[in-house]
């Protein structure tokens, strides 16, 4: 493949995580993603006032928001790739809660091992869409 080819498809997999990206972070926003968001941080990481559950669900929903942004832009996107591999295993440990408690969670409580796989997958994607 020409250095061309891979620039295109580098460039729509950049895109087609962004949009991604974007979008999940977006619905960070929403009231009834937030419940079950901050319903899903394991009981060890909860706290209160500024890092209470909510809170983190924001952050976590601008950290989103701010990384697909970040893969758009030449100047930010393999520091943008960085921080969203490190986000992704950050927030590894809610999936990983949630998967625990299916009856509580439903189809947001996808399976340990599929999750994980998922997540690996996903990071991976994001460091060759930059590489």
């Known amino acids: 493949m020409s ?9 729509a ?3 087609l995580l962004a949009l991604v990206f974007i979008g999940a972070g977006l619905t960070h926003f929403l009231p009834s993603v ?25 952050f976590t929903g601008v950290c989103e928001v ?4 970040g893969l758009l832009l030449p100047p930010t996107m393999v520091s943008a790739a960085a921080a969203l591999v490190v986000f992704l295993a950050a ?6 809660y949630a998967a625990q ?6 189809r947001v409580a996808i399976p340990f ?5 998922a997540q690996v997958v996903l990071m991976a994607l994001v ?3 930059v590489l």
């Open 101 to 106: 408690h299916p009856k509580r969670f439903g």
């Open 127 to 129: 460091v060759v869409s």
């Open 13 to 15: 997999l950049r895109v």
């Open 113 to 117: 091992v599929p999750r994980l796989i």
């Open 34 to 58: 937030q419940r079950t968001m901050a319903a899903m941080i394991p009981p060890r990481l909860r706290r209160s006032g500024l890092a209470s559950p909510v809170n983190l669900v924001l």
């Open 66 to 69: 701010a990384g697909g942004l």
């Open 3 to 11: 250095n061309d080819v891979v620039d295109g498809l580098q460039l």
């Open 91 to 96: 927030v590894f440990p809610a999936n990983a």
